[in-house]
């Protein structure tokens, strides 16, 4: 019975800590700035205009490798048209795409470089920073913990320390990233318990925490029989 309450007292000191892990971020997350958080505030929109093309139009048009294509759509990329073919589609965008970007004028195969992945990003920026550094990136990505494909990262010299994203395959910007956003993921973080900063919630933190409330209840139910078995309970009366 000794170990049951040695178990129990400390568990309930690691959950208690996690509690208040909780409680924390909970509380950030209701006095954050939405816009702030979500890193951007030198980020314009811009047309990317996806539209789905019939395959038996498009493929017999294209001297492309013998690769199956599940789907073909037409874009717009720094005011030109692409076709973008996905040979390999995933669920999310995020998940693994093979991805083949061809010009729709010429029908060749476009790969994107670091100068084209630069352009596609500072349309997208509408800070007065410069860029600084341009890098291709595979996972595992810091500020995209969910990304599986290869990235390009534009850093910008900016107050806010801005990152833009361009997917390396299809040409897309993924995502603006800066100090604040990083700032609230950290709390994301703490709140989801992805301390292996995996980017979900489904991790073996979570399980591991929800082995410790389980042995954290059983402990206490067990030693509530113990006491009570020892008539350590009295019913007080009025």
Do not use: C
Request: net charge positive; charged share 20%; no cysteine.
């Amino acid at each position: 019975m000794k170990n049951i309450r040695l178990i129990h007292k400390w568990v309930s000191l690691v959950v208690a800590i996690q509690l208040l892990i909780w409680l924390g971020s909970g509380l950030f997350f209701n006095l954050m700035d939405g816009k702030k958080s979500s890193g951007n505030q030198n980020r314009q929109q811009v047309s990317v205009d996806f539209r789905a093309v019939p395959q038996d139009l498009i493929l017999p048009k294209l001297e492309l490798m013998a690769k199956e294509t599940q789907s073909i759509k037409l874009m717009t990329l720094l005011e030109q048209p692409y076709y973008l073919l996905n040979h390999d589609q995933a669920l999310y965008r995020h998940l693994s795409n093979d991805y083949s970007l061809i010009n729709a004028y010429s029908g060749k195969l476009v790969i994107i470089d670091q100068s084209m992945a630069e352009a596609i990003a500072l349309k997208s920026y509408k800070g007065g920073g410069d860029v600084v550094s341009v890098k291709k990136l595979i996972r595992p990505i810091d500020d995209l913990p969910k990304e599986h494909n290869e990235v390009w990262q534009i850093n910008i010299n900016d107050d806010l320390y801005t990152s833009i994203y361009v997917d390396a395959g299809s040409g897309v910007t993924i995502s603006h990233v800066n100090d604040d956003k990083r700032f609230a993921d950290f709390f994301f973080m703490l709140h989801f318990m992805d301390y292996g900063s995996l980017g979900n919630f489904n991790n073996w933190q979570i399980i591991f925490f929800s082995m410790l409330m389980l042995a954290l209840s059983l402990s206490g139910f067990i030693w509530v029989i113990d006491l009570a078995r020892k008539r350590k309970y009295k019913v007080m009366k009025g």
